[in-house]
């Protein structure tokens, strides 16, 4: 058993206090091993010097396989040594098997959050009762890192409303991922002045408007009713004329929003496919 202040020894009952909630605020290295395994006993202090030498700035918890079968089947545990580093509840980076002393402080110094991390979690903190300065630490983290995907992301989602060109750059090189998708349209509807009622009534008096149900849909996608804006791009692409494969884009653009394993996604692409066909 370890006498630093950075070890700890973890089993099934404090695996998630230890381990889980303690990975919000620091990240936890979890070294499965066992008494009998010669590599875990050659990894093992090497850990230990290492995560010491970083001064708290990394937690190291260590998971006997033999006491605790079920934690290693539940990460997937198939050879030991296994280490999983944690950040945030969720397994970030992970090796197999001993590793020189060298190779462990590198993995070490990859999961330690840089500043512009930090910047964006005390972001996401004032997110609610201080957007401004939700701003400026997203800006600062941007400063340190003018490529960090999260900063950028959350600045545009603080922005969107006030200045959606600005939004839209931010989120521009990360689509298509689902959530710069979901900014990008709340971004495009702001810049459209798009009003639901009004659009609503220009759909019911001409059906045909297939332009009107494209904005209608992109409106109604960015306010959550994903079902009525799927229905009214489907009509859209089934009208046909110009707007077709304008609304076959937006359909395309709200199934990555919504995730392949949707039901209503899985409801709407047949429809598409006879619309297209």
């Not at 970083?54 to 040594?81: C, E, H, W, Y």
């Amino acid at each position: 058993m370890s006498t630093s202040a950075h070890v700890i020894d973890v089993d099934a009952a404090t695996f998630e206090a230890d381990v889980i909630a303690r990975s919000h605020e620091v990240p936890v290295v979890v070294d499965f091993w066992a008494e009998w395994c010669g590599p875990c006993r050659t990894l093992g202090p090497i850990l230990e010097a290492a995560v010491d030498a970083m001064g708290g700035d990394v937690l190291l918890a260590k998971v006997d396989t033999d006491a605790n079968p079920q934690l290693s089947q539940a990460f997937r545990v198939q050879g030991i040594p296994a280490v999983k580093a944690f950040r945030d509840g969720a397994v970030v980076a992970e090796f197999t098997g001993a590793q020189p002393p060298a190779a462990v402080e590198a993995f070490l110094q990859g999961i330690v959050p840089s500043q512009a991390d930090l910047l964006v979690s005390r972001a996401r903190g004032l997110q609610t009762s201080d957007p401004a300065g939700a701003v400026v630490a997203c800006e600062e983290a941007l400063a340190l890192d003018e490529g960090h995907a999260p900063a950028a992301l959350l600045l545009a989602e603080l922005v969107v409303a006030e200045d959606p060109q600005r939004a839209l750059e931010l989120v521009q090189p990360l689509r298509p991922l689902p959530a710069a998708e979901v900014v990008a349209t709340r971004a495009a509807l702001a810049q459209s002045g798009g009003d639901v009622d009004a659009l609503a009534e220009r759909v019911e008096q001409d059906p045909a408007d297939a332009a009107a149900r494209i904005d209608l849909a992109r409106l109604l996608a960015a306010e959550g009713d994903h079902a009525r804006a799927l229905d009214l791009l489907l009509a859209a692409v089934e009208v046909g004329d110009e707007h077709r494969d304008p609304a076959r884009d937006q359909l395309v653009s709200l199934f990555a929003v919504l995730g392949d394993d949707s039901d209503l996604v899985r409801a709407a692409r047949p429809r598409l496919a006879r619309a297209l066909f």
